[in-house]
Each structure stands twice: as structure tokens, then as C-alpha cells.
């Protein structure tokens, strides 16, 4: 759930949302930053996601998916929990468990067959739950676009993700690149959908996205972002 090019494509989805008054004080640094983010993507990780895509077998590239959506059903529980909703968190556990043993380590999507519906949560998304505000935008080199509330929510989130046990670093760095790898590929054919100056999309679409995950969408009705999601949580 957590890399740059995930948080910068992950936008898209509340574009067609509600207008909303973009809260960025330091849009001058934002934007060389940006620029910076934007190259190194169109030189390093969009083409390795498009070689990816072109060498590996669909089913391989499903497979992985599930796989790092499954470690990421612990952090799913915790929020969930810390949220106040404790049937949420016996279904996301329920998938993991599920997942990890008969989905073979997370590779199949068994959990989803069975009626289990999948969520994405994170200790930001809690702290929105919680009434803490988001704070101006802000945009950071590699990580992307940001808020104070999501960076915090980050850092604890990388602690209840799936990959806190393990101790071997080089272990650790590989499957953190295969992730941002495998997210990058899986957004190929939705970043077609920004249109205009592609800053402000960005910037407008993530703040619009991060009010919707704190209220869970309640209140904010909206097709687009339906579709959105059923596409990046069952492609």
C-alpha cells in the first residue's frame, strides 16, 4: 500500500468528486519536487513497470498482487480495531488467515470467493477517523504527495504491515521493491484518466481521497470512485 508512485496514481480515483479548496501553502517547492518525482518515474519506474507487465504471465502478475494485499490485511485488522469496528477486523483477519494458509501464502485470493470483502486501511485513515485534520498538502522526494496526518499514519503502518518480521534487511528491500514495482505496473492503464495540469490533478485528487478514507466515504456518494475501487482492490 505504501510507495510513491501508489500514492500518486491512487489520486485518480476522487477526481470526478466535489470541488475542494487546495490547502498548499508551499506549492512552489511542491511543484520542483514534483518535477523531480515525475522524471525519475518516466525514466526508471514507469519502463521497468511496462517491461514487467510485457514478460510476466497475467496470472504471475495477479498472483503478486494478492500476495503483498494479503500482508497488508494485519494492517487492515489493527485500524480496523482501532477504529471501532471489531466485525471488520474479524474479516480482515478471517482473509488473512484464510489467504496465508489455503491461498498459499496470499498468492490466491481465496478469501474474496468465500464472501470475505476486502478493505484498505491505515493508521492514517484512523487518525481521520479520529478528528485529527489532515494539514496542507505537502510532496516529497520518492515518497510523493503527502499530509502530515498521512505521513504519521505511514510510519506507524510500516510497523503493522506484513513485513515488520523480518529480520534479514536484503530480504526486506527486495520484497519492498517488488511491491513498488508490481504497484506501478498495476497503474499503467488508469494514469490515461489525468488530464490537465497534472500537479494539481494529483494535489486535488489526493486531498479529496484522503477525506474520503477518514469517513469511510459516508456522506460522499460517488460512481466514479465505486468503479475506481472495485478496479484496484479485484484487478
Avoid: C
Avoid at 496542507?136 to 506507524?156: E, I, K, N, Q, W
Wanted: no cysteine; aromatic share 12%.
Amino acid at each position: 500500500m505504501n510507495s510513491v508512485i501508489q500514492a500518486q496514481l491512487f489520486l485518480i480515483l476522487l477526481v470526478f468528486a466535489a470541488p475542494v479548496s487546495a490547502n498548499d501553502p508551499f506549492e512552489n517547492l511542491n511543484r520542483k519536487v514534483w518535477t523531480f518525482n515525475e522524471f525519475l518515474d518516466d525514466n526508471l519506474a514507469k519502463p521497468t513497470a511496462e517491461i514487467y507487465t510485457t514478460i510476466a504471465p497475467e496470472p504471475v502478475e495477479v498472483g503478486i498482487s494478492n500476495f503483498f494485499r494479503n500482508l497488508n490485511e494485519l494492517d487492515n485488522t489493527a485500524n480496523q480495531l482501532l477504529q471501532g469496528h471489531p466485525i471488520l477486523a474479524i474479516n480482515d483477519f478471517s482473509r488473512f488467515l484464510i489467504n496465508s494458509t489455503i491461498g498459499l501464502g496470499g498468492f490466491f485470493d481465496v478469501a474474496s470467493r468465500l464472501g470475505l470483502e476486502r478493505h484498505d486501511e491505515d493508521f492514517g485513515q484512523t487518525l481521520g477517523a479520529w478528528g485529527v485534520p489532515s494539514g496542507p498538502f505537502l510532496m516529497f522526494p520518492l515518497f510523493g504527495p503527502s499530509t502530515p496526518r498521512s505521513l504519521a499514519g505511514r510510519s506507524v503502518s510500516s510497523v503493522l504491515g506484513g513485513t515488520f518480521a523480518i529480520k534479514e534487511t536484503d530480504v526486506r528491500v527486495a520484497i519492498k521493491s517488488l511491491d513498488v514495482l508490481e504497484t506501478r505496473a498495476r497503474y499503467l492503464e488508469v494514469e490515461s484518466l489525468i488530464i490537465g495540469d497534472r500537479y494539481s490533478f494529483i494535489r486535488d485528487s489526493y486531498m479529496q481521497y484522503q477525506e474520503f478514507e477518514s469517513t469511510n466515504g459516508e456522506g460522499q456518494a460517488d460512481d466514479f470512485v465505486d468503479d475506481m475501487d472495485d478496479f484496484i482492490l479485484e484487478e
